[in-house]
Each structure stands twice: as C-alpha cells, then as structure tokens.
T-cell receptor, first 111, second 116 residues
Framework: GEDVEQSLFLSVREGDSSVINCTYT??????LYWYKQEPGAGLQLLTY?????DMKQDQRLTVLLNKKDKHLSLRIADTQTGDSAIYFC???????????FGSGTRLSIRP | KAGVTQTPRYLIKTRGQQVTLSCSPI?????VSWYQQTPGQGLQFLFE???????NKGNFPGRFSGRQFSNSRSEMNVSTLELGDSALYLC???????????????FGSGTRLTVV
C-alpha cells in the first residue's frame, strides 16, 4: 500500500542540526522528496533523491535514504529561524503518476 | 518564468453551494494535480490531469470534479458544499512525462475555502 509517515513536531535550538525522519511503505517508489511549507504558502520543493541513491547533499541539506528499511531523513545543518516551517516527506510512484505526502513535521526553532 | 497561479486566494461559501477553483500551470507543463490540505487529514490527493484527460483520481466523493483545458489550465469544482470541505486546495504542475515528471511538482499558493 501507499503510506508515508513522519513525526508531527520537532524543536531544535538555533545553530544546531535538525533531523527530520520519514518512513514509507511502497517499495516501487521512484523518487522521494522533501517539501517545505511556510505559513500561508504552498509547498516548495527543497530537494529530491532517486530511489537508487543513498545520500544527496545540497548546501545545508543532507538527505539520507535507507531503501532496505524504507527510511528517509532530512538533515538541516546550522538551523536558522527562517527554517521554521512544516516539512513534508513524499514519494512518487511511477505507475500511479501521483505523489503521496506524509502528514508533515512542524519544525520550530528555539533561541 | 511565471509560477503556478491559483485563483481566487480566499473564498467563503455557504453549505449547499457549489464552487469552482482555477489553476494555471507553469508554461509548458501539461500535468496538473489537485490536493486538499486540512489540519486533520493532511495533504490528500484529489486528481491529476494530463493533456485534458484525468489520469488518476483519489478517494473523494463524486461532488469533487475537475477538468483541464487545451491550454493546460485546470479547474476543480465542488458541488453541494459541506462544512468539512473547508480546506486549503493546492494545485501543482509538472511536465507529466518521462523521468523529469518525477522531479517533483511546483505548487501554487492555494485557495483557502471556508464553508459556513
């Protein structure tokens, strides 16, 4: 079946690293994504990883994929107040031509 | 390059009425997908259109419908509105074909529908 799960909340201190975790169930996933949603806005694609990759780094963002455990994580280095948002993990399934989203993790930053 | 445009941004309707939301995709994008976002249910897939054809549909009642025009603009319609239809409706576009279709959607800012 198709299901993407993530924890609802994460609080980190400014300057620390944030790690947001996600699990998915469909082994036929082709791409996995991280989206960011700020208040009153739509979703912004942060990064994506192809299912045959283990890791992808893009500036402060590091995505790790454990395909065996169907586990995806997003690490944000040196977290800033501007990183406060809801982060959605998502998977695309080629045959279904749709993207399935997790429930989102609300990241809050402590001074 | 203009982004995905959704109109209107905000809408207030009464129970029993019907509503039409509009989405203009990025130029050259032929796929338009619609999602409903609510605090309780998160992001739920409504449907996807590609070249004027509905290619995929989520688990929503028949009161929710959509269409896509030859210029790839899409509309979704909700008839006989219920209080539970209050949500942020998001539209996303992509090329819809080939591997690049899987490089994620570009989302609009959404239409916030309130049913009273």
């Amino acid at each position: 079946g198709e299901d993407v799960e993530q924890s609802l909340f994460l609080s980190v201190r400014e300057g620390d690293s944030s790690v947001i975790n996600c699990t998915y169930t469909d082994s036929s996933s082709t791409y996995l994504y991280w989206y960011k949603q700020e208040p009153g806005a739509g979703l912004q694609l942060l990064t994506y990883i192809f299912s045959n990759m283990d890791m992808k780094q893009d500036q402060r963002l590091t995505v790790l994929l454990n395909k065996k455990d169907k586990h995806l994580s997003l690490r944000i280095a040196d977290t800033q107040t501007g990183d406060s948002a809801i982060y959605f993990c998502a998977e695309s399934i080629w045959s279904a031509s749709k993207i399935i989203f997790g429930s989102g993790t609300r990241l809050s930053i402590r001074p | 390059k203009a982004g995905v445009t959704q109109t209107p941004r905000y809408l207030i309707k009464t129970r029993g009425q019907q509503v039409t939301l509009s989405c203009s995709p990025i130029s050259g994008h032929r796929s338009v997908s619609w999602y409903q976002q609510t605090p309780g249910q998160g992001l739920q897939f409504l449907f996807e259109y590609f070249s004027e054809t509905q290619r995929n549909k989520g688990n929503f009642p028949g009161r929710f419908s959509g269409r896509q025009f030859s210029n790839s603009r899409s509309e979704m319609n909700v008839s006989t509105l219920e209080l539970g239809d209050s949500a942020l409706y998001l539209c996303a576009s992509s090329t819809g074909q080939g591997a690049s279709a899987n490089y994620g959607y570009t989302f609009g800012s959404g239409t916030r529908l309130t049913v009273v």
